[in-house]
């Protein structure tokens, strides 16, 4: 059986409802043999954007604000939802860079992307790496975001992350892939 096989059947696909962040939405299904069929569940969501941005000191930029799916403070790097999708994600990347820390970048790499929870929702994050980031401008945060901007030494994220400092997966897999493309695995 080959992948096209493989795919399930969409019967009907009915939105429950509709909020500014997501739609949900049930679909009943059909599985590629016909032999069950079931309700399942799933979140349309636009396309999101993480960037992880160094400095020429080899500091990354990372915000700290309150994430209401956990209620506690959380460590982060910079991204955000794209709104327009007519806007490039690596333009999306670094607007959301500078918005959320006053800081830009002479550089931006794409590190790919991700489905953030492919079980439950239908976008993609693309991640970025934002080289030689610098302190050019003020936040311009949205009413909801309360961010606070820290620097912290590049060689300290991994501890950061095995120590439970950084728990979002967007982000610690954004310096995964960072640290594939720069020290890949085996090499």
């Not at 007519?86 to 790919?112: F, H, K, N, V």
């Not at 311009?140 to 997966?169: A, C, F, Q, Y």
Request: with cysteine; charged share 25%; aromatic share 8%.
């Amino acid at each position: 059986m080959n992948n096209q096989d493989r795919n399930w059947n969409i019967l009907n696909r009915t939105l429950l409802h509709k909020t500014r962040v997501f739609d949900l939405y049930s679909q009943r299904m059909r599985s590629p043999d016909s032999s069950y069929e079931d309700d399942f569940f799933f979140l349309d969501c636009a396309d999101w954007v993480v960037v992880v941005p160094v400095t020429k000191n080899k500091e990354v930029v990372l915000v700290k604000q309150y994430r209401h799916g956990v209620n506690q403070l959380c460590l982060e790097i910079p991204g955000g939802i794209m709104n327009d999708p007519q806007e490039a994600p690596a333009d999306a990347a670094l607007r959301e860079m500078q918005e959320e820390t006053g800081y830009t970048a002479s550089r931006i790499i794409s590190l790919g992307y991700v489905h953030p929870n492919p079980a439950l929702q239908n976008n993609r994050c693309f991640l970025f790496l934002a080289e030689d980031a610098a302190l050019t401008t003020g936040q311009n945060l949205d009413p909801s975001e309360d961010i606070e901007v820290e620097l912290r030494k590049l060689s300290d994220v991994g501890k950061m992350i095995v120590d439970g400092e950084i728990t979002h997966t967007l982000c610690v897999t954004a310096f995964f892939r960072m640290h594939l493309l720069t020290n890949p695995f085996g090499q």
